[in-house]
């Protein structure tokens, strides 16, 4: 009886701060969207800022709208417009305890620039630029929970995978059932780990038989013009 009570109880706590998670969500929700009302600098780019809640939390898209983009084309260096947004969403997104997750997207146009450079490395390089911009503005180092690029593989526009708003910076003001989730998935496990690198048991004996018969002294052949050599 005792220990079915403690349990009633802890689902009660749990209930109660998810709900009151949610208020705080909400109320941020309603904060952010004065603070573009007022702010001069996120007015003019008002209609690049969308905002909504999630099940991982409270998500702040920035957008690429034609001929107003957030990087040139290719690259990871923000605009200074784009700087200057970051830096104002910094002041409110910094002010609270949660975590934040910052994800760069891409549209389909595949990149060119550099060969083995593709745009998975481009939505990375861009995620973790706005990190530093947001960290300037004033969003502490340990509120950073994850920085993820998604190349194309997330569309905002599917019809058009090309579309301008497909290139965007996505910020996510994590709830605590979200965090839970990535420590418990990217941590230590409490299962036995397999070591694949280990050498098998026929592996071993093979390696002891070639190491007394001397073959190990033996010298290579040169490898053949244009053939690997790892």
Do not use: C
Not at 105 to 132: K, Q
Not at 189 to 196: A, G, H, R, V, Y
Request: avoid cysteine; aromatic fraction near 6%; glycine fraction near 6%.
């Amino acid at each position: 009886m005792e220990s079915s009570q403690i349990q009633i109880e802890d689902e009660v706590v749990d209930e109660l701060s998810e709900t009151l998670e949610q208020r705080r969500m909400q109320e941020l929700f309603q904060e952010l969207k004065e603070q573009i009302k007022q702010d001069e600098t996120l007015q003019e780019f008002k209609d690049q800022l969308l905002i909504d809640i999630t099940d991982e939390g409270l998500r702040i898209q920035i957008v690429d709208r034609s001929g107003r983009p957030m990087f040139d084309s290719g690259r990871a260096e923000l605009k200074y417009y784009s700087q200057d947004i970051l830096f104002e969403l910094a002041k409110t997104l910094g002010s609270v305890n949660n975590k934040l997750s910052i994800t760069g997207h891409t549209d389909s146009t595949p990149f060119s620039g550099r060969p083995g450079y593709t745009n998975w490395e481009l939505s990375a390089d861009r995620a973790n630029t706005a990190r530093r911009a947001l960290v300037a503005g004033g969003v502490r180092q340990q509120q950073i929970a994850r920085v993820v690029g998604l190349s194309d593989s997330v569309l905002f526009d599917k019809e058009d995978p090309n579309a301008p708003v497909n290139r965007r910076i996505s910020i996510i003001v994590l709830n605590k059932k979200t965090v839970d989730n990535i420590q418990s998935t990217a941590g230590q496990s409490d299962e036995p780990l397999i070591d694949l690198t280990q050498p098998t048991e026929a592996e071993r004996e093979a390696a002891r038989e070639r190491l007394e018969s001397g073959e190990w002294l033996q010298e290579k052949e040169e490898p053949a013009p244009g053939e690997l050599n790892w």
